[in-house]
């Protein structure tokens, strides 16, 4: 979910099939559709969808898309970076094509550079596969980090700051029998936020959030007033 077109209204985007595919939103809860990506043709059973990112900070919401095999039946795995247009339609920028079944990724600026990052988790070869930003919607291959031995294939990850030093640590997790796999940032640690910001003066008010360095994480936001949860309000009725 993210506001493809900058009118302030929530917009979705979907993978189905062989592409991902933007329905904007006409603030009643009408769903339109403006714009797509074809995925790779190869075969593939899974896709995954990741919104509420600007990879080239233009203010301009963006998606990356992953598809890949469930089954292990196909060990090709691609990731797509599209760039939005602010007008409801986005174009592809970037492919990055993995060897092994990648079911799960981030994106995240993992070395603080205010650039946006793709890590993407391998689930039988167990590896974190990071590819660094370069604010363009390209990405350039970085590190390979192997999470060990275990049981079972690796299927979820997630970020955090879970050291709480500023910069983004990894939450990685798998099948029945597999640890939690926490993955620190060995980088130099960020700025930190002295404390969490809550709107309690209004309905509700539009938020863009930025990091302390200027890179913007999110734009366009709906918050909630009091609220210390997210809710989505797709007929802007509050
Ligand atoms: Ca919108
Ligand atoms: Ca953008
Ligand atoms: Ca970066
Ligand atoms: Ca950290």
Known sequence: MADFNNDYIDDIVVTRN?????YTNNGSGVFTRTGGIQLRPFVTDFTRVR???????????DIVTIAGNSTGANDTTIVTAALGNGLGTVTPSDTIRITGRGLNFTVSDIDLDNDLDITIITADTRDLVIYRGDNTGTFTFETTIDLGTGSGALYGLSGGD????GNIDLVAGGTGGNSIILAINQAAAGAILPEEMVVTAFDNA?????D???LIVSDNLQSI???DYGRVDFNVNG
Request: proline letters at 3%.
């Open 18 to 22: 062989d592409s991902a595919v933007v």
């Open 51 to 61: 919104s509420s990112v600007d990879l080239n900070q233009d203010g301009k919401a």
């Open 162 to 165: 879970l050291d709480r030093n």
């Open 206 to 210: 539009f938020l863009s959030i930025v």
């Open 212 to 214: 302390p360095n200027g």
């Open 225 to 227: 007033a009091g609220s």
